[in-house]
């Protein structure tokens, strides 16, 4: 860790691992932005800068799903992953997720409240000799916060502070509405797009090199994702993958679902409410092997 980090320590003070803000060193959250300070406790611990990979996407895209089964994937050893939490807080949302699972339902909503948001460190390796370990931050953060802020910046000062440490990112994209015509997820995926440019982007001429992994969600609904999912992203999401070819370096798109089989019911207002009777994750873990793989590089 830098020695700003080690005076500011030494000082009873510990500055915020997002937005750097400095905090007593006994604060559970940080006072400025609300992220939890035991990430820099952990950081600390480990004595090297965490890498950040932030998941993004609109509400109800299944950020939260997505994730959480990450994270579990790679605590099983999937692919050959390790994966070691670094910290009790940083199971909680696979277990959260798991858990609504194996009930066949889905998980609630993320809230809106940083402070209630879920955050996980991992420290993540391939299991052989000279592995490089990814130490890897990774927040559930609620859609209706990236969108207000997207919307009217700075209204979520965490989010452009996590985004601008962010190393690399996970784009998730609602590929059964894209099928079904709707223009919804092309537009918010090109403002999200537009908005992480502007954040990480020191020169309008030249293009990012921060690793994008576009990832087309709830896949199970339109298969021919799986297929090609490049061809699938350039007819459905054209907005998109033009901002991608025009601004990123490095970009790529997958296709990706939990949810093997559905079930539908009605809840007392007569909403539609889906059901996960059957889970069957496809496509979870690749968009995070291919973003560890740009970062390795």
Sequence with gaps: MSSATHSATAAGTLPCLICEVENQDDAIVCESCGAPMALIQEALAQERDPCITTVIG?????KTVYLGMLLDMLSKRAQDFEAVPKGAYSVNLQHNVISYLGARQFPPKTPMEVDEWHWAYFQVAKR???????????????????????????????????LEKSSGAILLVDAALASAGSPQPDFFALKLMSYLDGVLASKR?????????????????????????RGFARTNLNRLWNMCESRFKSFEF??????GALGYGSDNSENVIPYPLHIAPRGIIEPFEWVLDKLGK
Excluded at 58 to 62: Q, R, W
Excluded at 207 to 229: G, H, I, Q
Excluded at 254 to 259: D, K, L, R, T, Y
């Design 254 to 259: 997958f296709a990706a679902s939990v949810v």
């Design 205 to 229: 001429e030249e293009r990012l090199s921060t690793p994008v992994a576009a990832v087309l969600s709830k896949a199970d609904y339109c298969p021919e994702c799986f297929d090609n999912p």
């Design 58 to 62: 609109d509400s109800n895209v299944g």
């Design 128 to 162: 052989k000799r000279g592995a490089k370990i990814h130490d890897l931050v990774m927040p559930d953060m609620a859609g209706e916060a990236i969108a207000a802020e997207i919307a009217s910046p700075k209204t979520f000062t965490m989010i452009r502070s996590l």
